[in-house]
C-alpha cells in the first residue's frame, strides 16, 4: 500500500475530523488508532491518518511517538506529512506543538514549515496571526476556560515561539492572497531570515487551497484539517489521485447491536447537547467529586445504564460546568483529575460494548482517546459526515466485531449532534 499523503494527529477526534476532510474532498482514506500492528489489512488508499494523544503530554514524549509515526508513513509512500493540531492551538508554552513541528521538520530534512489552525468551515480563521474562534479572539473564546491548555494568548506567532528552539515568522493574508508564487517568495524571504516556522493567515477556503498547493511541495506542513482540505484539492488537482473520488457508502452498512453516549467533554458545546438529549433519552450525570473518590460511581453508572440500554439508546456523562472542574482541579490538580474521569469514561465505555452495544458516540477528545484505548480498536473507515468535523466511523480488524463510533470534540456539532449521529447509525 503506498499513500500520497500522511498525518499524524495529536488526539482521536481530531484525527476523524482531518480524515472526514479528506474523504470528502476526494482522497479514500483510513485512520489508524496508533502505528498499525504489521498484521493489520488496510484497504488500499491514498492518505492516513494515524492518531496519537500527544496533545497534553510531555513534550519529548509527544516528539517521540510522532517521529516514529513520520518513519511509519514515509516508509509507504507518504511524500508530505501533515501533523494535525486543534485548530484551537491547544498547547502549553512548554509544547507540544513547536516541538513536534520541529522535530518532524529536522527528521525530513530541515525546511521552513507552513502552519495554520485557520478552518473557516468551522469558525476558526487567522488574521495577522492572531487567531478567532467563531468571531472572537482565542483568548476572549470559551478555550480561555479550557480544563487542560487554557488559552490565554490569540497571537500564535507569540505562543509558538515560546514553543520553538528556532525563529517563527508570518505568512500574511496579503501574500496569501496573491497566490503560490508570491508565498514562495515570501518564504524564501523568511527562510534566508532564519524563520523555520511560519504562522499562515487564512480567512476564505481559497486561501487553504493556495497554502495547501505551497504546502505540498514541502515535506512537512503542521495545521488543523483545514490545511488538509487545502493539501487533498492540491493533490486532486495535481492528477494524482487514481480514484474517481472517495466513497463512504461500505462504512454505514447496518451493524445491529445497542447504542449508547458517552460524555466527558466540559465544552459549552456538549453540555448544551446533553441538555437537548435528555429530552429524548435517558441521561445519567455522573459525580466528578465521587468518580474521584473511588469505584461506587462507575458501578453504580454501569448498573443504571444496564438496566435501560435493551429499551434505547441511553447518555453517560461526566462533563461538568467550567466552575466544578476548576474545584476539582484545585483540590486533586489537573493531571490527577482529568486522568480519573478518562479512567472511569472508558470502563464504562468497555463495559457497554460487553453489554452489546455496536454504536457509539463519545464526545471530549480526551475522553474518546481513553475509551478506544481500551477498547482496542486498530482503526477506522470513515463514512459520511454527521456534522463539520465529525464522520461515521467504521471499525477495521475490531476483536469486537464491526461498529458504528463517532468521536466528537467537545465544541463540535449543532444542539441536536447526539439524536443526528445515532439516526445515521442505521
Request: glycine share 10%; hydrophobic share 45%; aromatic share 4%.
Amino acid at each position: 500500500m503506498a499513500i500520497l499523503l500522511g498525518s499524524i494527529a495529536d488526539d482521536y477526534t481530531g484525527a476523524s475530523d482531518l480524515a472526514n476532510t479528506l474523504t470528502k474532498n476526494g482522497l479514500r482514506t483510513v485512520q489508524t488508532v496508533g502505528i498499525p500492528d504489521p498484521s493489520l489489512a488496510l484497504p488500499d488508499v491514498d492518505a492516513v491518518v494515524v492518531s496519537l494523544k500527544i496533545r497534553s503530554i510531555p513534550a519529548s514524549d509527544a516528539v517521540t511517538a510522532a517521529t516514529s509515526a513520520e518513519r511509519w508513513l514515509r516508509q509507504r509512500g507518504a511524500g508530505h506529512v501533515l501533523y494535525k493540531i486543534c485548530s484551537t492551538f491547544d498547547s502549553t508554552d512548554a509544547g507540544n506543538i513547536g516541538s513536534v513541528t520541529e522535530a518532524l521538520s529536522d527528521a525530513a530534512g530541515g525546511g521552513i514549515v507552513l502552519v495554520t489552525p485557520a478552518f473557516p468551515e468551522t469558525g476558526r480563521t487567522v488574521y495577522l496571526g492572531h487567531l478567532f474562534v467563531g468571531g472572537q479572539p482565542l483568548n476572549e473564546s470559551p478555550l480561555k476556560d479550557h480544563p487542560l491548555n487554557p488559552m490565554h494568548d490569540a497571537n500564535l506567532v507569540r505562543v509558538l515561539t515560546r514553543q520553538s528552539r528556532n525563529a517563527v515568522g508570518l505568512l500574511d493574508l496579503i501574500a496569501i492572497a496573491a497566490g503560490p508564487d508570491a508565498v514562495k517568495a515570501r518564504l524564501d524571504s523568511l527562510r534566508t531570515a532564519g524563520v523555520t516556522a511560519v504562522i499562515a493567515d487564512a480567512i476564505f477556503e481559497r486561501d487553504l487551497e493556495t497554502l495547501g498547493e505551497v504546502a505540498l511541495e514541502t515535506p512537512v506542513s503542521t495545521g488543523a484539517s483545514g490545511l488538509g482540505l487545502g493539501l487533498a484539492r492540491a493533490l486532486v488537482r495535481s492528477g494524482r489521485i487514481s480514484s474517481s473520488g472517495a466513497t463512504t457508502a461500505d462504512a454505514i452498512r447496518p451493524v445491529g447491536g445497542l447504542s449508547a453516549i458517552v460524555a466527558g467533554s466540559c465544552s459549552k458545546a456538549t453540555l448544551h447537547q446533553l441538555d437537548i438529549a435528555e429530552r429524548s433519552m435517558p441521561v445519567l450525570r455522573l459525580d466528578p467529586e465521587r468518580l474521584l473518590a473511588g469505584p461506587d460511581e462507575i458501578a453504580a453508572a454501569i448498573s443504571w445504564a444496564g438496566d435501560r440500554i435493551s429499551a434505547g439508546p441511553v447518555v453517560v456523562a461526566a462533563s461538568a460546568a467550567p466552575e466544578t472542574v476548576s474545584r476539582l482541579q484545585s483540590l486533586h490538580g489537573r493531571e490527577a483529575s482529568g486522568h480519573a474521569i478518562e479512567t472511569a469514561t472508558s470502563i464504562i465505555t468497555a463495559e457497554l460494548v460487553e453489554r452489546g452495544v455496536r454504536r457509539l458516540v463519545i464526545a471530549g477528545g480526551e475522553t474518546s482517546g481513553a475509551a478506544v484505548d481500551r477498547l482496542a480498536i486498530p482503526a477506522f473507515l470513515i463514512g459520511p459526515e454527521i456534522a463539520p468535523g465529525v464522520p461515521v466511523l467504521r471499525t477495521i480488524g475490531n476483536a469486537q466485531g464491526d461498529m458504528l463510533l463517532a468521536l466528537k470534540s467537545g465544541n463540535f456539532g449543532g444542539e441536536d449532534f447526539f439524536t443526528a449521529a445515532l439516526a445515521m447509525m442505521h
